[in-house]
């Protein structure tokens, strides 16, 4: 028996048999509802459909608690990506955060000053701790990079040229251009040299009674090699200094220890930058930092403050619990090293032995018939940091990769998307992967378990 259309239910027949169980505003439980029955509507004219009007109701009351459930959930990163955009860039510890909740329950001196009883400054919770670890005469942070380059690049140079070269023009995720945030800034952009050499004497020519700064913009989400050349950010403080125009340089990523001392790619710390002398130093601090998501800015005290009293900054500062993660963040860090809060550079860190002992542990954990049906086997692999970080480095790792018998691999990992513990991997071939790097430790016997249940 066809369905027709005066099988369907109305809204308020739906609510009824909803009995207020679902606990959302009413005008989106409505929403959603109406759009439920419009895909109905749609199939029933298309003659698709053979169901009661009891059995439509039961599927409308199952689709409004499956898309009212919370939209941000927890997922397992079996892509080998730590800073995955995605997935929110930088992880943290359940811990971590229940730590900071216990104390942003209820009211928190984010503005208030408890010795003085006076309004204070949002930018104490960090600005000591941050100026101190970069070396810099003075620090603040606001949402996220491009708003610590955009607001910089308004409050130095609005109105004015700003000198940057070729082979410095980046584009990253999310449209994301220098060229473009230059404009909106309200300065003019003067390129100089090519995308492969800009020599000393580029800069220098280019220099008129129009500009305003000099920028030097480190390209992390990319390397040119072969025949290059590029002019080193001390050159061009010098040369800033000479003429007395500031210098700002634009890190993107940014790392507070040495990389290469954990065994990663040779990345400049911030420290060895500030220490070349420019004006302002911008960075995030959800990338090789481990915080949230944050532009972190730190530099002399000229510019600090007044990028402080542009009115740009309003709309750009963070919030409490912005402020909180990234000082806990900052806390991880001890004598050139981390602590294992830091899970960012604790997973990046973490060796391919130990990997393979915990892809080991799992196949141990599973049924027999599983890795033979799914054709399970551990195998050594490469991934990359993530978020334009370490843009020439390979990190080793390990991963479980899947040629199952019946199926193919597009449908394998759309149900490890869609189970009970979402897990996302990727394909190679027709090959389904699940990199270990970026798992948990607290999260292999529930990937154990995905893996039974896919």
């Not at 080193?232 to 040495?258: N, T």
């Not at 032995?353 to 599983?370: A, E, F, M, Y």
């Not at 990769?401 to 190679?428: E, Q």
Request: charged residues 25%; contains cysteine; aromatic residues 6%.
């Amino acid at each position: 028996m066809k369905t027709t259309l005066k099988d369907c239910p109305s809204v308020h027949q739906v609510l009824l048999e909803m009995n207020g169980n679902i606990q959302l505003h009413e005008n989106y439980i409505k929403y959603i509802i109406n759009a439920e029955l419009g895909k109905i509507r749609a199939n029933i004219k298309k003659g698709k459909l053979s169901k009661t009007k009891q059995e439509l109701l039961e599927h409308i009351v199952s689709q409004v608690w499956l898309i009212s459930a919370p939209r941000l959930v927890n997922v397992i990163n079996g892509t080998g990506i730590v800073l995955h955009t995605g997935f929110g860039r930088a992880p943290f510890r359940g811990k971590h955060l229940k730590d900071l909740a216990d104390r942003l329950d209820g009211y928190v001196n984010l503005e208030f000053d408890l010795d003085s009883g006076n309004r204070g400054d949002r930018q104490s919770l960090v600005q000591e701790q941050l100026s101190a670890m970069c070396g810099s005469d003075s620090a603040m942070v606001v949402n996220n990079n491009a708003a610590a380059v955009f607001l910089s690049l308004n409050e130095m140079a609005e109105g004015g040229e700003v000198i940057c070269s070729r082979g410095q023009m980046v584009e990253i995720g999310g449209s994301f251009r220098i060229p473009d945030i230059i404009e909106k800034s309200g300065a003019i952009l003067k390129e100089v040299g090519t995308t492969n050499r800009t020599h000393l004497k580029d800069y220098e020519k280019a220099i008129s009674k129009k500009t305003k700064l000099i920028l030097w913009v480190h390209t992390s989400n990319y390397v040119v090699k072969g025949f290059t050349k590029e002019v080193s950010l001390s050159e061009l403080v010098i040369l800033g200094k000479k003429h007395k125009i500031p210098v700002m340089a634009d890190l993107g990523s940014g790392a507070l220890l040495d990389m290469k001392q954990l065994g990663l790619a040779d990345e400049m710390p911030v420290k060895s930058i500030v220490n070349s002398g420019p004006d302002i130093t911008t960075f995030s601090g959800d990338k090789l930092l481990g915080g949230p998501q944050s532009g972190l800015m730190v530099g002399k005290k000229k510019w600090i403050n007044a990028c402080k009293k542009n009115p740009l900054y309003r709309v750009l500062r963070c919030d409490k619990i912005t402020l909180g993660l990234l000082e806990e963040t900052l806390r991880s860090y001890h004598s050139g090293s981390f602590t294992k809060d830091n899970l960012s550079l604790t997973l990046l860190t973490t060796s391919r032995k130990i990997l393979k002992n915990r892809g080991q542990k799992i196949l141990d954990s599973l049924q027999k018939k599983t890795p033979i049906e799914l054709g399970i086997t551990l195998v050594d692999s490469e991934v990359e940091a993530g978020s334009g970080s370490l843009p020439d480095d390979k990190i080793e790792s390990a991963a479980l990769s899947f040629s199952p018998k019946n199926g193919k691999a597009k449908d394998l990992a759309k149900g490890f998307r869609c189970g009970s513990i979402p897990v996302v991997g990727y394909i190679h071939g027709n090959t389904f992967y699940i990199d270990l790097k970026a798992v948990l430790p607290n999260q292999i016997k529930r990937l154990a378990t995905a893996i039974q249940e896919v």
